[in-house]
Structures are given as structure tokens and as C-alpha cells.
């Protein structure tokens, strides 16, 4: 009994913790990230101050919280993205997935733009597999850029102004193709056009991770710098054989 009473107060936990969440999600999107008081959340949530405090310390807490909570909510749509073997397919399906993802949810897209970006980028989790795709481009010689933070801000910034074009009606129904094209197009990539109008259901998505996967890994292209530091390493290995 003592158990199931447990178990019970853990979840009423877990949906009073949600809906705080839930709340804050249509008060940031309708006020930003620095206007908001805890008023604001525990008007819209229903709760009282103490219940506030009894899972959140502060209003930026919460704002992490949010900014963790879209990520989430996004995982599983993007986990059929991850499989896809080129990074350039990664990164142009998602910036194309979050602009539909605006379009359909409003409330989505206005947190993302007005405060996910702010508290926790995308999340530990999406920033991560950013970073990896644009190391990954790089490598392979998909992106011919800047430095890799260079491609990452380019990439980000891009794909909230496109989101935000999309949120305030100024945007038209290929929008999210054509900014994709043109970040691929900024990162170097030959067939940016191609690349950013493939076809984006569940479906089609799949198939092209599964025939990336069963293709042999291409060898890592390197770069410039990278071929002179390797010269540079072997010159030196002789010098010292050499004394």
C-alpha cells in the first residue's frame, strides 16, 4: 500500500511538473523570455506560488526546462534524421523540419525563436549532433567553410530567421527549401538544390538512411591545414632520426 501511495504522489508529480511546462511554453510564446513572472505561469497553469517553487527555483530554471522540453518532443521525429548516412542531408532536413514544425505549431515555433535559443540551445543533445554534422561535412569534404563554430552560428541563425518569417505570415509555401538551399549553398555544398528538396516523410527518410548505411564509409578528405600539419609531423620525426 505504502508502495502504490508512492507511486501514485510520483506521478501527480510528474503531470503538476508538465503542466507548469505546458503553461510556459504559451507564456513564452506570447511574451519572450525576460518580460514573464512567475505570475504569468502560475495564472496560466493554475497553481499556486508554492507549487511553483516546489519544481523550480527560479524563472530561468524554467526556462531551461522548456528549451530541454521542445528538444525532446522533437526526438523522435528527428531520430529517423540522425540515421542518415550525409551530413549535409542531416542538417538540411532538420532546418526543413523545424520550419514545418513552426507552421504546424505556432507555439512551438515562437519558443523556439524567442527563447530556446536564449536558456539552452536546442538542448545539450541537439547541440551535440549540430556539432558532429558539421565536423562530420567538414571531414568528408561535403562543407567547404569557415571554422566549424563559423558553420554552426550560420546554420542556427538562418534556420530561426526562417522560422520567424514563417511565424509572422512573410514566408511562402517552399520557404523552408529555400532557406535550406541557401544555407547548404553558404556551406559549399555542390548539390545544395538537390539535397534540400528531397522528399522528407517518414518513409522515404528511412529508405535513404538504410542505403546510406549500406554503403562503404567514404575515406575522410584532408584538409589543408590538416595535410600541412601532418608534413609538419613527419618532418619532425626525421629531424629527430636524423640526430
Given at each position: 500500500?505504502?508502495?502504490?501511495?508512492?507511486?501514485?504522489?510520483?506521478?501527480?508529480?510528474?503531470?503538476?511538473?508538465?503542466?507548469?511546462?505546458?503553461?510556459?511554453?504559451?507564456?513564452?510564446?506570447?511574451?519572450?523570455?525576460?518580460?514573464?513572472?512567475?505570475?504569468?505561469?502560475?495564472?496560466?497553469?493554475?497553481?499556486?506560488?508554492?507549487?511553483?517553487?516546489?519544481?523550480?527555483?527560479?524563472?530561468?530554471?524554467?526556462?531551461?526546462?522548456?528549451?530541454?522540453?521542445?528538444?525532446?518532443?522533437?526526438?523522435?521525429?528527428?531520430?529517423?534524421?540522425?540515421?542518415?548516412?550525409?551530413?549535409?542531408?542531416?542538417?538540411?532536413?532538420?532546418?526543413?523540419?523545424?520550419?514545418?514544425?513552426?507552421?504546424?505549431?505556432?507555439?512551438?515555433?515562437?519558443?523556439?525563436?524567442?527563447?530556446?535559443?536564449?536558456?539552452?540551445?536546442?538542448?545539450?543533445?541537439?547541440?551535440?549532433?549540430?556539432?558532429?554534422?558539421?565536423?562530420?561535412?567538414?571531414?568528408?569534404?561535403?562543407?567547404?567553410?569557415?571554422?566549424?563554430?563559423?558553420?554552426?552560428?550560420?546554420?542556427?541563425?538562418?534556420?530561426?530567421?526562417?522560422?520567424?518569417?514563417?511565424?509572422?505570415?512573410?514566408?511562402?509555401?517552399?520557404?523552408?527549401?529555400?532557406?535550406?538551399?541557401?544555407?547548404?549553398?553558404?556551406?559549399?555544398?555542390?548539390?545544395?538544390?538537390?539535397?534540400?528538396?528531397?522528399?522528407?516523410?517518414?518513409?522515404?527518410?528511412?529508405?535513404?538512411?538504410?542505403?546510406?548505411?549500406?554503403?562503404p564509409r567514404a575515406p575522410v578528405?584532408?584538409?589543408?591545414?590538416?595535410?600541412?600539419?601532418?608534413?609538419?609531423?613527419?618532418?619532425?620525426?626525421?629531424?629527430?632520426?636524423?640526430?
Amino acid at each position: 500500500m505504502t508502495l502504490l501511495r508512492a507511486e501514485i504522489g510520483e506521478r501527480r508529480r510528474a503531470r503538476t511538473r508538465e503542466r507548469l511546462i505546458d503553461a510556459a511554453l504559451r507564456v513564452f510564446a506570447r511574451l519572450g523570455p525576460d518580460t514573464p513572472s512567475i505570475d504569468d505561469f502560475i495564472v496560466e497553469a493554475g497553481v499556486a506560488r508554492g507549487t511553483f517553487y516546489n519544481y523550480f527555483d527560479t524563472v530561468e530554471d524554467l526556462r531551461v526546462a522548456v528549451a530541454v522540453a521542445v528538444a525532446q518532443r522533437l526526438a523522435a521525429d528527428m531520430a529517423v534524421v540522425r540515421r542518415l548516412a550525409d551530413p549535409a542531408e542531416r542538417v538540411g532536413c532538420t532546418m526543413r523540419m523545424y520550419m514545418h514544425k513552426a507552421a504546424e505549431d505556432p507555439v512551438f515555433g515562437w519558443v523556439i525563436v524567442r527563447i530556446a535559443l536564449v536558456a539552452a540551445p536546442l538542448g545539450p543533445a541537439m547541440r551535440a549532433d549540430l556539432a558532429a554534422d558539421v565536423k562530420a561535412g567538414l571531414a568528408h569534404g561535403r562543407f567547404r567553410c569557415g571554422t566549424p563554430q563559423a558553420a554552426q552560428d550560420m546554420i542556427l541563425g538562418t534556420a530561426v530567421m526562417g522560422m520567424r518569417s514563417v511565424l509572422r505570415g512573410e514566408a511562402g509555401p517552399d520557404h523552408a527549401e529555400a532557406v535550406a538551399r541557401m544555407a547548404l549553398t553558404a556551406l559549399g555544398v555542390r548539390n545544395a538544390a538537390a539535397v534540400a528538396r528531397m522528399k522528407m516523410d517518414r518513409q522515404s527518410l528511412a529508405a535513404r538512411a538504410e542505403r546510406g548505411a549500406a554503403k562503404p564509409r567514404a575515406p575522410v578528405r584532408k584538409t589543408a591545414a590538416g595535410k600541412a600539419a601532418a608534413v609538419g609531423r613527419a618532418g619532425g620525426k626525421r629531424g629527430k632520426n636524423s640526430v
